[in-house]
DNA sequence: CTGAAAGCGCTAACAG
DNA sequence: CTGTTAGCGCTTTCAG
């Protein structure tokens, strides 16, 4: 591999004008950069990035960290992150953390001693005290995304807006039993967030509170725990889902034990990925823009190392999905006489 | 950010000793050990990877390039290989090429300038001229995934025999007036390869060769193309879709036209996504061990790394997934009797 | 067992 | 307009 000083000698010029050739600098004589444009063609060399990392300080690469590529959610993020930060020039590291404290805490220490200039992290628990700690610690700038606004600059939706706006759809429609399925309501923050939501715009309109059900993450198969949480003389007639992936596979459980969706039990997601567009029924779900807030979390991130103040959060909207997945409950489970959804409208605030 | 420089002088002893504390080498007694240790706590030192890169020429971060992280098969593998590179101790650079050769070979090239130590790529066509140049002018090891065996060592499935098994599955049960719906028949070399495989599997069975459907990439309604496909006296009883995203979309566009999966038309796809299964009816496809060969690019290029010789390929075993989404053909267009696929039972080769 | 010093490839201040 | 030189943080001979 060339060197400046290969290039230099090969031009007869100094190793300075060869840098500055490179750098487009002015004042260059034009037969003189012609021959360091030729030198350097011959030689093909490319500018040692680590070099020029070692004297400028800066590495031009953006760390991140998700919990999983598997979920598309994170995916979709990172492609928008990712050309945005090409954009820019900048490149992108990418680690995952299986969902696991421990990890995460040392995915990010390698990111850090790989000297990524910057940030995007979502993290289990933004509001954990072991997890702010280090992350209060970062000397760097750091963008978080999905999670709860906190200590640093957060790029999400609002979350407990979201569950909220999910149960009042489920209200509307004449529910009245709920119970939500989570990926691990304890520990995640924004999970949490929008079960809140969820619970208590649940108790604003008079409905008891809903049941929990925990998945843990790597379960693939939600046949028992959607059997369990069936079985009684009196099931929820609507399951509020953690995320798309757990709500798909909730269908697919219902339709293992024989009930039909959203004939018997309604199911809505969160995330908006794209598949859950393409089951039958399609899934109802809140939709996150995931592609832009991984651009967000980009720009946000690279304003603050151009030496901008990033701004504490961006809440970028979310969005209810009417799919086909929600519908009114059972008859037999409806208290009181009700007209179909559409006839009875949204109330008016 | 301490340097080595600040834990030396807090320490009392020089660079070199640090430097050899750091590395775990032998020959410092304990106690000046312990000193430097506790220096680099007081001033949380962490070594430098670009200072330490710039002596060692080598940068211990992998650069991978995929067309998109929106379709969960490379997401996946990305996620594999991520895992098995930091057992190693490498970091990951990921951008995407969308599916373009120009942005394919810019990203590339901001890959190497970016010091990466080796590739994994997937490309649009490793077959291509234009693509094979600069390929091989790549001074890195460099390792393939998904494309068809070319001059590089290569990771991926048998996809021509992977679109004979699907053509044979076909034909077993009953079908002959076939269809193909592909990305980008021309420009993907493995989609190629697929649809060679298929379509000669079908010519040996006697059966006359299947329409092709490009979609363009980017477009995710396949409405008008399918409902054109459908048109006609004698459409299609069955399509081989080059890869699960498309196959789920032409079942949803299916749904659209009121035509039944797979009452009216059979539908396969390729890939053997997660969520492939979750459709209802779930859909048959050929699945690739997406996460397995992410692994494996991982491994083949640390090795090579290491100064071992690569293997020029490797074929993981692909799998055909039956589903629901194919069965025999509707009555109509069975040619001849045919009892139901299961009495008929495998032709004994 | 420890220290001094060279040098990896590059940029930028300073000289000419 | 161009060259000389110092130095970014680290590892590694070579001396002692």
Redesign the interface.
């Known amino acids: ?1 060339a060197t400046i000083r290969d290039v230099a000698r090969r031009a007869g010029v100094s190793i300075a004008t060869v840098s500055r050739v490179v750098n487009e600098q002015p004042g260059i004589r034009p037969e003189t950069r012609a021959r360091v444009h030729d030198a350097i063609d011959e030689l093909s060399f ?6 020029r ?2 004297k400028a300080g800066t ?3 953006l760390g991140v960290m998700v919990p ?3 979920n ?1 959610v994170f ?2 993020a ?2 928008g992150l ?2 945005e930060a ?1 954009k820019a020039g900048y ?6 953390s299986d969902y696991d404290a421990d990890t995460e805490r040392a ?1 990010v220490e ?6 990524v200039d910057a940030l995007v992290l979502t993290v289990r628990d933004a509001a954990d005290a072991a997890t702010r700690a280090w992350l209060d610690a970062i ?1 760097r700038p750091v963008v978080l995304i999905y999670n709860e606004p906190g200590s640093r600059p957060t790029v999400t939706v609002d979350n407990a807006a979201a569950g909220a706006a999910a149960a009042e759809m489920f209200v509307r429609l004449g529910h009245s039993r709920l119970a939500v399925v989570a990926g691990s309501l304890t520990g995640s923050d924004r999970s949490r967030a929008r079960w809140l939501g969820f619970a208590n715009a649940l108790q604003a309109q008079g409905c008891p509170p809903p049941v929990k059900v925990e998945i843990p993450f790597h379960q ?1 198969d939600l046949g028992q725990a959607i059997a369990d949480l069936m079985a009684g003389d009196a099931p929820p007639t609507g399951l509020f889902c953690s995320n798309d ?1 757990i709500a ?2 909730t ?2 459980a219902l ?1 293992e034990l024989g009930l039909g969706v959203p004939g018997d039990v309604s199911v809505m997601g969160f995330d908006g990925i ?2 859950c ?4 029924p399609s899934l109802s779900t809140v939709s996150q823009p995931s592609r832009t807030m991984g651009e967000a979390a980009a720009t946000l991130v690279l304003k603050e190392l151009a030496g901008g103040v990033a701004e504490p959060f961006t809440i970028l909207p979310h969005r209810l999905v009417e799919g086909g997945s929600v519908g009114p409950p059972p008859r037999a489970a409806q208290r009181g006489p009700t007209t179909s959804p559409t006839e009875r409208g949204v109330p008016s605030t």
Chains 1, 2 share one sequence.
């Open positions: 591999m490319r500018p040692n990035a680590i070099g990392s070692l590495s031009r690469v999983t590529l598997a598309p995916a979709e990172v492609e990712q050309h090409r490149g992108v590291m990418v680690t995952t995915a390698t990111l850090m001693i790989g000297r000397d693939t992936l798909m596979r269908m697919a339709r794209a598949t567009r393409l089951l039958h």
